[in-house]
């Protein structure tokens, strides 16, 4: 069975197999706190089950929801932010053609757009002005369903389809995922009449990407999410065990020792353009779940080759506090070969007749080599292929990871107080209604 794996044998001559084995006591802890919910946070393990028990009912809906959109909008707005996009888009960026936003639109094939997932007003602006004469949906996407990004492009978007389409017409091409009762979404959906989806009280955002959150937006994109929810399901069932074969667990406990060790920044490297957004999901998860009580790894991401020429000099000789996880994709999608030129002024025809993933990989090997040789211990995780199944693995991988992570460091991973400092000043700052004292407060400040 073709399946990730994840390799450590890059980091050993920075941390030792002893060093690793010295946190196996809290790794283990870690993990029953994951599967048997005895840590901080217990009431947010909703995704650890949830690729197995995913029913087949709740996919069909999610499909002939997406195949009803699909029929009735050249172009489907998926509104959200953090955990409510992310998810979404890293894998539709992760399976779609590179050039799709410039090819003309192919029957029955809508394009996925993104909002709520910024305050731009210009990015508003021109995406209003870009639907003008399109035939559009809109999947909005809040778990608290009070978010100000998504409510206010909701607001927007849902009055501009209204005004092209009718009320009547506009409901029907509005989905709305949200909690099951509460939430300004949630009240506006029910008044509406919506077709909705439940976003469990047990799922937080950003562990809800095998949720409707994720798969609905997929879903219309035209990607088969029941091979996702099966890879998800295959890998739920492979990070159950408290030992090394567990790549969850490796990853886990791997980091963390790399963490002690003074490795204070996580890079996720990958080198395929279109993991770009898996990059920034991934920081999402480990970001929120980990940066708390003064701790965690900081994660960050880059995009290779593209990125050797900017970060490339830095990894190589800045300061050693960084470590890399190198996504590797074993196969490609396509072939294309280097052609041979007769006059040969380029120097290339050294590599005429290879395929560019060959040159691709020899810059993977020869950067890890190099990265190892200066110091940057290197985990590797290898994937067979950017397809369905493979992401709802290393998805499902990366959040047990997560979670059995964050235990080893002694945070809980599953809440995110600290996100709640911005908002109170910006509502301060807007003279929201009940945040009287705050604005007084915050004018003063800034006088
Ligand atoms: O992971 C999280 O909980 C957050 O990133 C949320 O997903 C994000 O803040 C959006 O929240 P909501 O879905 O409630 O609009």
């Not at 439940?198 to 091979?227: E, H, Q, W």
Request: hydrophobic share 40%; aromatic share 8%; charged share 25%.
């Amino acid at each position: 069975m073709k399946t990730i794996n994840v390799g450590i044998k890059d980091v050993l001559s920075t941390v030792s197999h002893e060093e690793i084995s010295k946190l196996d006591n809290k790794a283990t802890e870690a993990l029953d706190k994951v599967l048997n919910g005895t840590g901080a946070g217990n009431d947010f393990l909703g995704w650890v089950n949830l690729p197995t028990e995913t029913t087949d009912a709740l996919l069909d809906d999610i499909v002939a929801t997406a195949e009803a959109l699909r029929a009735s909008c050249d172009t489907v707005v998926a509104i959200g932010i953090g955990g409510s996009y992310l998810g979404a888009k890293a894998v539709i960026e992760a399976l779609s053609d590179s050039f799709a936003a410039y090819r003309p639109g192919v029957q029955g094939e809508p394009k996925v757009l993104f909002a709520g997932q910024n305050i731009g007003e210009d990015y508003l602006f021109e995406l209003q002005d870009y639907l003008k004469d399109k035939r559009f949906g809109i999947i909005v996407i809040s778990k608290s369903g009070t978010t100000t990004e998504p409510a206010i492009a909701f607001r927007l978007l849902k009055e501009q389809l209204e005004r092209q389409l009718g009320l009547e017409e506009a409901r029907k091409r509005i989905v709305a995922i949200t909690d099951a009762q509460r939430g300004a979404l949630r009240r506006l959906a029910n008044e509406e009449g919506y077709k909705t989806f439940v976003i469990a009280d047990n799922v937080g955002g950003r562990f809800s990407v095998l949720t409707p959150v994720g798969l609905l937006p997929i879903a219309v994109a035209g990607f088969d999410i029941r091979a996702m929810i099966d890879g998800a399901a295959e890998m739920e069932k492979n990070t159950n065990a408290a030992d090394a074969q567990n790549p969850a667990y490796l990853y886990a406990e791997t980091r963390n020792a790399l963490y002690a060790a003074g490795k204070k920044t996580e890079i996720l490297v990958n080198y395929n353009p279109k993991l770009h957004y898996f990059g920034e999901w991934w920081k999402q998860l480990y970001g929120e779940s980990e940066g708390k009580d003064h701790l965690g790894i900081f994660p960050t991401a880059v995009d290779n080759s593209t990125d050797l020429h900017s970060m490339g000099q830095w990894i190589q000789e800045g300061e050693r506090t960084i470590f890399e996880t190198v996504i590797s994709v074993q196969e490609t999608k396509h072939e294309k070969l280097i052609p041979s030129d007769e006059a040969n002024l380029d120097g290339l025809n050294y590599i005429a007749g290879k395929h560019v993933d060959e040159v691709n990989k020899m810059a993977e090997l020869g950067t890890r080599l190099a990265h190892v040789d200066g110091g940057v211990p290197n985990i590797l995780i290898t994937l067979p292929a950017l397809e369905e199944k493979y992401l709802g693995q290393l998805i499902y991988f990366f959040e047990k990871a997560c979670g059995i992570s964050g235990y080893i460091l002694g945070v809980n991973p599953f809440n995110q107080p600290g996100v709640e400092a911005y908002k109170r000043n910006m509502f301060a700052l807007l003279a929201k209604p009940g945040y009287e004292k705050e604005t007084e407060a915050i004018k003063a400040r800034i006088q």
